[in-house]
């Protein structure tokens, strides 16, 4: 039997589907998935989750005229296929393929970039108010799931959007709620009764007539206050309710014209709507339904075993983190953990396991993460938060005024630092050093491999008393140098290799590069030397000092962009010093542009930080300047 998936070509073809196709379809759309999503690696449960969802919002709205505002946005994939990108889905993620997130550069029908959680709500209200003052009449519909919810942003959006009274969808998309069957067929019933145009026409036209009679006001606010206590009693989204917004739910998000329905009852109501809609998450593929949190985001893997299909031989920065920080705990009861909804993915899962009231998840609530942790270590504990370097941005304001204006010891593990590869714009982690070589009291280290890392962490957590992150990057280790690892000395650096006349500074884990480039000069002819800068904040000075006196090329290299990183405080140290007249400097680093996906060694190579790119440019410099 021909699928139905070959006949969608065209945005808007499921339009000509009945019920029964849109179902056969939805089978074909997940396999579809998987199949991909299994080669190339993704966001794989949320995706599995939306099927039915998605395709009926495509079925009831007109895109591109009407909108579909995805919450972060990786749950976008089935949206993508319907929307003329199914025959380039082979390239999901890749170097210049298709993204895993909405690109309205990449499609009309995407429209909003996203990749951080929780502000699809702002960004539709902000659409309605565009689409009101234009005189436009098309829907705008956000999609965001209940773990978004738990950022503050989320309601920030809707308060605002309740108070608009705009024309506005907000769908809940709810993977983890447990509602029992009756309240939720009561509830169900309830939202299907009061959205029915019929009665929204006569509750407005017995509040009118109640209104003419001498005593009608206090009726009919008797009438509102026994409506509000029926509502605490019987309907979930009472909060919804409260902040402005016409409630339904919970809906069966499996059940394509349940879902259908209630989408075309929600265009005729005036004013703010928000759709609880329950769904599971991995749906249809078992080892997802069932580890919904471990087929979040995945590498490539084995369909029948779901099993990955490269296993690295070195464990990851990420693992060492988390196996440190358990060994420095169990000395240190004073330790405790933070994580923003990431204790997995930061290696957090065996310090939760062993320490559970040494550990807080506060959900995806960054900003909160990181006062949270101030106000920790102002009760005289010692808190280290580990957080994705791209989630970090979203708490600059807190942690400039709730940890580094007190100047209190928090200690961030700053993950997937650098380059992230396959995720793209939205999560690339090369700013953080930029951000944190601003703000007084902060300290600032960079492990050259995962012995370092060891070191450095507990370094942060035992001997430090202020404000310090420690940034490392994403995937397996290097264990070069790993023998020869000093200890930690506060804002010093370390000489790896003595030489002259060329200096290259290896800053963080861009060691396997700095040191290919190293060894390529050596096998020239050259003596370079082979420096590791240790700590981006503060500069070790009479590091900078040695290396100038020895070599007059000085090179950089580092995994941040170049305007405020390790290279421009370097180049700032050697100004102050007067170093310049005598020595030529070029930092190695990312430019000022957003750094799109592809792997690590992929985007090294393309922007000149692979290890022969580096050779080659230090050794032109050098040749052209004698």
């Not at 402005?244 to 265009?267: C, M, Q, S, W």
């Not at 890392?453 to 280790?477: H, N, Q, T």
């Not at 305007?563 to 007067?578: K, P, T």
Request: net charge neutral.
């Amino acid at each position: 039997m021909k699928r139905l998936l070959d006949s969608i070509e065209f945005p808007n073809d499921i339009k000509k589907l009945n019920a029964s196709q849109l179902n056969r379809l939805a089978l074909e759309l997940r396999a579809f998935v998987l199949e991909n999503v299994s080669k190339t690696g993704g966001h794989l449960a949320s995706n599995l989750g939306v099927v039915e969802l998605t395709l009926a919002l495509h079925y009831c709205l007109d895109l591109p005229q009407d909108k579909i505002v995805w919450d972060v946005g990786h749950q976008a994939y089935i949206h993508k296929i319907l929307t003329g990108r199914k025959n380039k889905f082979s390239s999901l993620r890749q170097l210049d393929g298709i993204s895993g997130f909405p690109k309205p550069n990449e499609s009309e029908y995407d429209a909003f970039t996203a990749g951080h959680s929780s502000t699809s709500i702002s960004i539709a209200l902000g659409l309605a108010c565009a689409r009101d003052m234009s005189g436009g009449k098309e829907t705008i519909a956000a999609v965001i799931g209940d773990g978004s919810m738990t950022g503050g942003v989320a309601f920030e959006g809707l308060n605002n959007a309740g108070r608009s009274n705009r024309n506005l969808i907000v769908i809940l998309n709810d993977n983890q709620m447990s509602i029992s069957s009756n309240v939720g067929a009561i509830s169900r019933h309830l939202g299907e009764l009061r959205t029915e145009k019929r009665y929204l026409e006569a509750k407005d036209g017995v509040k009118k007539i109640l209104s003419r009679l001498p005593a009608g006001e206090p009726v009919v606010n008797s009438i509102k206050r026994t409506k509000k206590r029926i509502k605490y009693m019987f309907v979930p989204g009472v909060i919804f309710e409260e902040m402005g917004f016409k409630y339904i739910g919970p809906v069966d998000g499996h059940n394509i014209e349940e879902l259908i329905a209630t989408l075309k009852r929600a265009k005729e109501i005036e004013g703010p709507v928000l759709i609880h809609v329950r769904t599971t998450k991995g749906k249809g593929y078992k080892y997802a339904e069932s580890n919904p949190s471990e087929y979040h985001g995945v590498s490539a893997f084995d369909l029948k075993t779901g099993k990955p299909l490269k296993k690295g031989k070195l464990p990851s920065y990420s693992a060492v983190f988390g196996r440190t920080l358990e060994r420095l705990a169990e000395k240190d009861d004073k330790i405790v953990a933070v994580s923003a909804a990431m204790c997995s993915g930061t290696g957090l899962t065996g310090f939760a396991e062993k320490y559970p009231k040494r550990f807080y998840d506060v959900g995806i609530a960054d900003q909160h993460a990181v006062s949270f942790s101030g106000a920790l270590a102002k009760g005289g504990y010692k808190p280290v938060f580990a957080v994705y370097s791209t989630f970090l941005q979203r708490g600059y304001d807190e942690l400039m005024q709730d940890v580094c204006l007190q100047n209190l010891h928090v200690v961030f593990g700053v993950d997937r630092a650098g380059i992230v590869g396959n995720d793209g714009e939205t999560h690339q982690g090369i700013y953080d050093l930029s951000y944190f070589a601003h703000m007084p009291n902060m300290t600032v280290m960079m492990p050259k491999n995962g012995a370092e890392l060891e070191k450095m962490l507990e370094f942060a957590v035992e001997d430090m008393d202020s404000p310090c992150a420690v940034r490392y990057p994403r995937g397996e280790i290097t264990d070069r140098y790993s023998e020869n690892t000093n200890e930690i000395e506060y804002g010093k650096g370390e000489v790896l290799e003595e030489g002259e006349n060329i200096a290259v500074i290896n800053c963080g884990a861009v060691l396997d590069e700095t040191s290919k480039a190293w060894e390529m000069l050596k096998a020239d002819g050259y003596s370079p030397m082979l420096v590791n800068l240790r700590f981006a904040k503060p500069i070790d000075k009479e590091l900078i000092r040695y290396v100038c006196s020895k070599c007059r090329y000085v090179f950089t290299v580092e995994d941040n962009v170049l305007e405020g990183g390790a290279g421009s405080m370097a180049l700032a140290a050697m100004n102050d010093m007067g170093l310049l007249s005598e020595t030529k400097f070029t930092s190695f680093a990312f430019p000022d542009r957003f750094i799109e996906q592809g792997s690590r060694g992929e985007l090294f190579k393309r922007y000149g930080l692979d290890g022969e790119s580096i050779y080659s440019e230090i050794k032109k410099r050098v040749e052209n300047n004698g």
